[in-house]
C-alpha cells in the first residue's frame, strides 16, 4: 500500500497529527521507514541527513504529494555544533519538536584490531554523543509543553557484541545509559525516554557482512527469518504512541535474545 492510500485510509485523527517529528538518519533503510510511517499517521517529519540529500529530497517529495509535511535537513552530527543547528532549522520549518527519533548511527565490520582510538571515538561521536546532545536541546520545551517522545534506535549488538567491532557494541550500549538517565528525569512533564534494540532488518543487513557470516546469524534467529523494515517501523510507532511506557530497552530481534 503507498503513503498515499495509507493517508487516505486514515479515516480519524491520529494522536501524531500535526506533532514535529525529527529523524537522524532519516534518508536511510530504517529511517526511511520511520519517516514514512510517521508522515502517514499525521507528523510533521523532519528528514535529518548527512550525505544522503537525494534520497532525503525524493522521501519528501513523495510525503508532500501524499498531503503530508516534511522537510529535508542537513546535518553532520559528528559536529557537536551541528546539533543546535539541525534543532534550530526545524524549529523555523516545523515549529518546536515533538518527537525525537535518534536513529542515526555508525559501523563496520571489523574486529577489535582494527579499531584505534580515533575509529572508537568517531563512533562514540555520532552513536552516542549526538543523541544526547539532541535530547538535551529538544528536552526543555517538550517538558515545558508537558509532552514529547525520543526514541534512541540502538542495537543487539549492545547486549551480544557481534560483527560491527567494539566501538558500535560500546556506543550503542550506552544509549541504553542514557534511557535510564533521563527517563525518570522527565517523567512527570509527560515525556518518555526508550530505546529499541533492532536485529538484522533489511536485506540490506546481511549484504554488509560478510555472505558467511551474514547467513549464519539469520540462520539463528528464532523465528528464521530477519526482520522486516515495516515491522520496526511499527514497533516504532507503538512506543511512541505510549505514554505510560518509558524507561526501556526494546528489542526487536525475532526472539534472539531472552529478555
Do not use: C
Not at 535529518?48 to 513523495?62: P, Y
Amino acid at each position: 500500500m503507498s503513503l498515499i492510500e495509507d493517508r487516505a485510509g486514515l479515516g480519524r485523527v491520529s494522536e501524531f497529527e500535526g506533532r514535529v517529528a525529527l529523524v537522524t538518519g532519516g534518508a536511510g533503510h530504517v529511517g526511511s521507514s520511520m519517516v514514512r510511517s510517521l508522515a502517514t499517521a499525521g507528523a510533521h517529519v523532519a528528514v535529518a541527513h548527512h550525505s544522503g540529500g537525494e534520497a532525503a529530497e525524493r522521501l519528501v517529495g513523495d510525503i508532500r504529494r501524499a498531503g503530508g509535511t516534511a522537510v529535508a535537513v542537513q546535518a553532520d552530527l559528528g559536529d557537536p555544533d551541528a546539533v543546535d543547528r539541525l534543532v534550530d532549522n526545524v524549529g523555523k520549518d516545523l515549529g518546536p519538536i515533538d518527537i525525537l527519533v535518534a536513529n542515526a548511527g555508525v559501523g563496520k565490520v571489523r574486529s577489535w584490531k582494527d579499531v584505534g582510538p580515533e575509529e572508537f571515538d568517531d563512533a562514540l561521536a555520532i552513536n552516542l554523543r549526538a543523541p544526547y546532545l539532541l535530547a538535551r536541546k529538544v528536552l526543555p520545551s517538550m517538558t515545558e509543553r508537558s509532552w514529547g517522545r525520543i526514541l534512541f534506535v540502538s542495537s543487539i549488538a549492545a547486549m551480544l557484541g557481534g560483527p560491527f567491532g567494539p566501538d558500535y557494541s560500546a556506543s550503542k550500549a550506552a544509549l541504553h545509559g542514557l534511557v535510564h538517565y533521563f527517563a525518570p528525569q522527565v517523567a512527570a512533564q509527560g515525556v518518555t525516554v526508550n530505546v529499541l534494540a533492532p536485529a538484522l532488518m533489511g536485506e540490506h543487513s546481511v549484504a554488509m557482512m560478510d555472505a558467511e557470516v551474514g547467513q549464519a546469524i539469520a540462520a539463528s534467529i528464532p523465528v528464521g527469518r530477519i526482520g522486516a523494515m515495516e515491522e520496526l517501523a511499527d514497533y516504532a510507532l507503538a512506543v511512541l504512541r505510549n505514554g505510560y511506557l518509558t524507561n526501556k530497552v526494546l528489542p526487536i530481534d525475532g526472539g534472539m535474545f531472552a529478555h
